[in-house]
């Protein structure tokens, strides 16, 4: 089972070929700097390559007892709409029973969709495309938590080797764990020094 999932060099070469990871100068909304930049969608936005990425992601949570012992009762949640179809690709895998996904609010605040109760959430795993500095991941856990369910497991396709690589105890399962080598500032910045021009991208 384990050796049906692709390596990360495969991830990462799947990724590029779909444009979701891109090489160059870029400036994220935090104002880092940095070589690398994902959009994750671009990869989704093809069914076989969406499917393949999901699927090598459910193996890894398959592979947890806590996760197979309690199958189909689990809830798969995405922390945003990136997320979503990484989240109803790895239920399907799974056969897990519910999903959700959190959207940020026009006040900025990340919420579930109204009229989801407490008690209806079943044990949890939290997957996202990316993670990045995971804070999505922390505020999911929050809303989970109010809910009155339990996390069980957390992953993403690419986490930045910057984040947290545990969450609560849990390991993070992911495909490519990647060092997207940001710096804090045009100073710092190896592409700045050199005159490359930058690109600001908007997430
Ligand atoms: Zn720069």
Redo the contacts with the bound molecule.
Sequence with gaps: MVSLIPSPDTVLEMLKRTGAFREG?F?YPTGK?SPYYFQMPLAFRYYDTARVLAVALSRKFRLERDISSQLPKIAVISPSSGGIPVAFGVRDALSAEQIYWAEKEANGKRMFRQYVNQGEVHPCIIVDDIIRSGGAIEETAALVKELGATIIGCGAIVRFSSAAATFEGNQIRTLVDFDAKL?DS?EE?V??KKGVP?EQVRF
Aim: glycine residues 0%; aromatic residues 12%.
């Design positions: 100068h400036i700097h710096y045009s910045c592409d700045c930058a």
